[in-house]
């Protein structure tokens, strides 16, 4: 299995971005996925996550109404919009792939991207 994020960069405060996360080794409509992030100075994040296709995304209440998740199941992909974005949202972006089945379960990460927003 492997996770391949991308589209992180530099972008001013309001600014946008959107990230991308490729799957691929596994039935990637059958597990949740999202996105954690994390700064040098604090724990891992969980910032949004959509359940199996149908199921109400979630998000952290510090980027509600600005982030939206979404994914494609023909792609394999799960994408991140995020939109006004703030210096606070500085961070290194992973998304997450959680499988669970009866008697397994293990958590698959991305390699992680950094978004940086600064003037």
């Known amino acids: 299995v492997q996770l391949q994020a991308s589209g992180g960069g530099l972008v001013q405060p309001g600014g946008s971005l959107t990230l991308s996360c490729a799957v691929s080794g596994i039935d990637f409509d059958a597990y949740e996925i999202g996105w954690y992030r994390q700064t040098p100075d604090k724990e891992r994040e969980g910032v949004s996550c959509v359940p199996i296709s149908g199921d109400t995304p979630r998000y952290t209440k510090s980027v509600k109404g600005r982030f939206t998740i979404s994914r494609d199941n023909a792609k394999n992909t799960v994408y991140l919009q995020m939109n006004s974005l703030k210096p606070e949202d500085t961070a290194v972006y992973y998304c997450?792939?959680?499988?669970?089945?009866?008697?397994?379960?293990?958590?698959?990460w991305g390699q992680g991207t950094l978004v940086t927003v600064s003037s």
């Open positions: 997450n792939l959680k499988v669970r089945r009866p008697g397994y379960a293990r958590d698959y």
